[in-house]
């Protein structure tokens, strides 16, 4: 029911709020650095919906972000648009995850705006190992062997504990 599914987010919100340090905020290094702020938002691209949500939080209205995989788009085959690679020269920086897409697009990520910061939200978080599984009329194989690195599972920001290190990630990089 809507209880259910409204704990995890509670605390993910939780686990948020409380991962910055008290001083943090009195500290001016440590700030986004005022002129900005003053003028406009950060332009923050992310890979997916979930980043979204945790950048935003994290940034308030000193960030503005942009996804990169649309919802209900797949991160494993997803292809950004023209017009999302052209926006990419207007942004200040690149939250990656590690999902498939971006092993393959991430060069051409960065082409488009060399000045651009990636901030890599996975940085030091240790990926579990995903079950293989075979698809309906697919041939028996090892898919270890065929896949490699694309047998850890990429859904990290489904773990409080590695949603906390994320969104420490995440505040360093925008600090």
Not at 154 to 175: C, F, T
């Amino acid at each position: 029911g809507v209880q259910t599914c409204a704990l995890p987010i509670l605390v993910i919100l939780g686990i948020l709020t409380g991962c910055s340090s008290p001083t943090a905020d009195s500290n001016p290094e440590t700030q986004i650095s005022a002129s900005k702020t003053n003028s406009e938002p950060l332009d923050i691209t992310v890979s997916i919906l979930p980043q979204e949500y945790f950048v935003e939080k994290i940034g308030g209205d000193r960030v503005e972000v942009n996804i990169m995989v649309e919802p209900g788009a797949s991160p494993a085959t997803y292809e950004p648009k023209p017009q999302q690679m052209k926006a990419l020269s207007e942004a200040e920086a690149y939250v990656s995850i590690g999902v498939p897409f971006e092993k393959a697009w991430m060069d051409k990520i960065k082409g488009a705006n060399p000045q651009m910061l990636v901030i890599d939200s996975a940085q030091g978080i240790e990926r579990m190992e995903m079950v293989a599984h075979h698809h309906h009329g697919e041939a028996e194989h090892d898919h270890e062997h065929d896949h490699g690195a694309e047998t850890l599972d990429p859904h990290i920001w489904l773990s409080p504990q590695s949603v906390k290190l994320q969104a420490e990630n995440i505040y360093q990089g925008l600090v």
